[in-house]
Nanobody, 114 residues
Framework: QVQLVESGGGLVQAGGSLRLSCVAS????????MGWYRQAPGNERELVAT???????YYADSVKGRFTISRENAKNTVYLQMNSLKPDDTAVYYC????????WGQGTQVTVSS
C-alpha cells in the first residue's frame, strides 16, 4: 500500500503562484510515473502533468508554460509549481503515483480569485 498526501493548496489572486507537494509513504518499492490531476466542480477529473521516474514530463495544453512538475525520488515527493494562475485553474488538485497499481491522494483545494 502507498499513501499520498498533498499540501500547498490555498487561495491566490489571478497572476499569483502556488507550489503543491505530494509525499508518498508506506510500502515504497519503485514508484514509476507520478502526476497531478485536477477536478473543478461539475467537471471530470483531468490530467494536469505527469513525470516519469527518469524525469520525462508531459503537460496538458492548458498549463504549458505556466506549470512545472518535478520530483525527488529519494524523498518520494512530487511537486507542481504553478505560476500565472488563472481563475480557470480553480479546482481540487490530486496527486497520483503508479507502483504496480495507481494510488491517489485526497486532494488539495486551489482557488484563484479574479
Amino acid at each position: 500500500q502507498v499513501q499520498l498526501v498533498e499540501s500547498g493548496g490555498g487561495l491566490v489572486q489571478a497572476g499569483g503562484s502556488l507550489r503543491l507537494s505530494c509525499v508518498a509513504s508506506g510500502i515504497i518499492l519503485n514508484i514509476q510515473d507520478m502526476g497531478w490531476y485536477r477536478q473543478a466542480p461539475g467537471n471530470e477529473r483531468e490530467l494536469v502533468a505527469t513525470i516519469t521516474r527518469g524525469g520525462s514530463t508531459y503537460y496538458a495544453d492548458s498549463v504549458k508554460g505556466r506549470f512545472t512538475i518535478s520530483r525527488e525520488n529519494a524523498k518520494n515527493t512530487v511537486y507542481l509549481q504553478m505560476n500565472s494562475l488563472k481563475p480557470d485553474d480553480t479546482a481540487v488538485y490530486y496527486c497520483n503515483a503508479y507502483q504496480k497499481l495507481v494510488y491517489w491522494g485526497q486532494g488539495t483545494q486551489v482557488t484563484v480569485s479574479s
